[in-house]
Each structure stands twice: as C-alpha cells, then as structure tokens.
C-alpha cells in the first residue's frame, strides 16, 4: 500500500512542476515587449516580420507602448502593435 501511495505522490509532484513551468512561461510570453531600431522611427512586435530584420547593434527594446511612444515611435504598418 505504502508503495502506490508513493507512486501517486511523486507523480502529483512531477504533474504540479510541470504546471507550475508552464504558468511561467506563460506569463513571459504574456509579457509584450516591442522592439524599435535606432536607425528608424518605427516600433515592431518582437515576432513581426520586419522586426527581425533589425541588426542587434540597433535594437531597442520597449516594455510597453507609451515607452516607445514617448522616444518618438510610431507603431509598424504590418503587426499593428
């Protein structure tokens, strides 16, 4: 009895830990972040076509949309942010 009373504790355990990993992860992802490029006045979603062709050596990064409005960014055409 001891045994499966075990199995069932260490499987509730790992079952919890994955929840828990993937609430986190969740809430990252959750968390926009925008990208703009020191070359240009335009401010992208990070997953945005044109986003990925800024050079790391330009980019910059925004945590939210009146940040990137108030170093004088207007939102991209394409992904809308």
Known sequence: MYFIFKQTKKKTTIILLTLVTLLMTLNIATATTYIGSSQSNKFHYTDCRWAK???????????????????????????KP
């Open 53 to 79: 062709k800024i050079n790391p050596g330009n980019a910059i990064y925004f945590s939210n949309r009146e940040e990137a409005f108030s170093y004088g960014y207007v939102p991209c055409k394409v992904c």
